[in-house]
């Protein structure tokens, strides 16, 4: 199983390396890129044989709360005592003149990353991908038990449900670039359903196996989760839905399964519905009524792609993974539709 590894900066991507150095104050920084990432650039800076991760926004981005790296650095700070799997921030650096915009750097977390629905060299058993799946539930479910308040966590759990389909509705209409009728029909259908709230935990909000590092001599063991900059104080099946938004199981159309973010459907994987399940029952909640929080988790994806796929359209990123991401879309779109047509997930 391949280790997730660095390669060349992306023309235009690129870090002044001299301001770098100076601000760690070391004589010299090597930099690479992490490429696989679609939202904050990720970089590996090595300097006297320690290796560091330098989290930024990406260039060209004007949604300026999703790239905020102070607070992604402070939550980190005040997440890792308690939740030991959130990485060790070493630095931030809030001067937007060293860089370019403001960054951090943590500690890097060695392991493996499952990314795309067929990585390559991943050769796990049946009985590998279902420990593997029982991990990253439990995993959730620690997440969840953390005692934020104590932590010092910070957010606004009342509301917080009826206020993230607001918001994303309104990401959805500023970052559009054509007509999505899809995407509308389910920012109707969420609107009118918002649930009551079901208590109050710290949140990832971006929960998948692209964002777990795992240990390549034992799959089923998660050494790592990474990219908190979504995360929050809110209802945790907000969290839940998201998770399984990203869960492309076996049955799912060819299209969605080639656009998935991990391998998720491997065989010995659980579904959706034993994902949920399983999540219940270590966690003691109530998981019924998760065809809103799935939608919803569905929507907010395609709020997403579609900010990251008007930078491309606007010519504010070069990146050509971007290119595609219109039809993106419509993929998740769709598949949210027939889920809310057929009352299940």
């Known amino acids: 199983m391949n280790v997730d590894a660095p390669r060349a900066v992306r023309p235009g991507e690129e870090l002044d390396v001299a301001r770098l150095a100076a601000f760690m104050g070391v004589p010299s920084v090597e930099v690479e890129q992490f490429p696989k990432g679609h939202s904050n650039l990720t970089n590996l800076v090595r300097s006297g044989g320690r290796e560091y991760v330098l989290r930024r926004p990406p260039f060209g981005s004007r949604v300026k709360s999703a790239h905020d790296m102070g607070r992604e650095a402070r939550i980190l700070q005040k997440l890792h005592p308690v939740f030991p799997l959130a990485p060790r921030v070493v630095s931030v650096c809030d001067d937007a003149s060293v860089l370019g915009a403001p960054f951090y750097?943590?500690?890097?977390?060695?392991?493996?990353?499952?990314?795309?629905?067929?990585?390559?060299?991943?050769?796990?058993?049946?009985?590998?991908?279902?420990?593997?799946?029982?991990?990253?539930?439990?995993?959730?479910?620690?997440?969840?038990?953390?005692?934020?308040?104590?932590?010092?966590?910070?957010?606004?759990p009342e509301g917080y449900v009826r206020r993230q389909v607001e918001g994303w509705t309104r990401r959805w209409h500023d970052a559009r670039t054509e007509d999505v009728p899809d995407v509308e029909a389910i920012a109707r259908w969420l609107a009118g359903r918002i649930p009551a709230e079901r208590g109050a935990a710290f949140i990832h909000n971006d929960y998948k196996y692209d964002n777990v590092v795992i240990d390549p001599a034992d799959p089923s063991r998660v050494v790592g989760v990474l990219d908190w900059e979504m995360s929050t104080v809110g209802d945790p099946l907000m969290d839940l839905g998201m998770a399984a938004g990203y869960w492309v199981e076996e049955g799912d159309p060819e299209p969605l399964k080639a656009f998935a973010f991990g391998p998720t459907f491997l065989p010995?994987?659980?579904?959706?519905?034993?994902?949920?399940?399983?999540?219940?029952?270590?966690?003691?909640?109530?998981?019924?009524?998760?065809?809103?929080?799935?939608?919803?988790?569905?929507?907010?994806?395609?709020?997403?792609?579609?900010?990251?796929?008007?930078?491309?359209?606007?010519?504010?990123?070069?990146?050509?993974?971007?290119?595609?991401?219109?039809?993106?879309?419509?993929?998740?779109?769709?598949?949210?539709?027939?889920?809310?047509?057929r009352g299940s997930f």
């Open 105 to 156: 750097l943590m500690q890097r977390v060695s392991g493996a990353i499952l990314r795309g629905p067929a990585p390559r060299d991943v050769t796990l058993s049946p009985d590998q991908v279902r420990a593997l799946c029982e991990s990253m539930v439990s995993t959730l479910v620690t997440l969840h038990a953390v005692d934020w308040r104590a932590a010092g966590l910070e957010g606004k």
């Open 268 to 341: 010995g994987s659980f579904t959706r519905a034993q994902l949920v399940q399983r999540y219940g029952e270590l966690s003691g909640r109530d998981v019924s009524g998760m065809l809103f929080y799935y939608a919803f988790a569905l929507f907010k994806l395609v709020g997403i792609i579609q900010q990251i796929y008007k930078r491309y359209v606007e010519g504010l990123t070069r990146d050509e993974r971007f290119a595609g991401l219109g039809l993106g879309v419509q993929i998740v779109a769709r598949s949210a539709v027939e889920a809310i047509d």
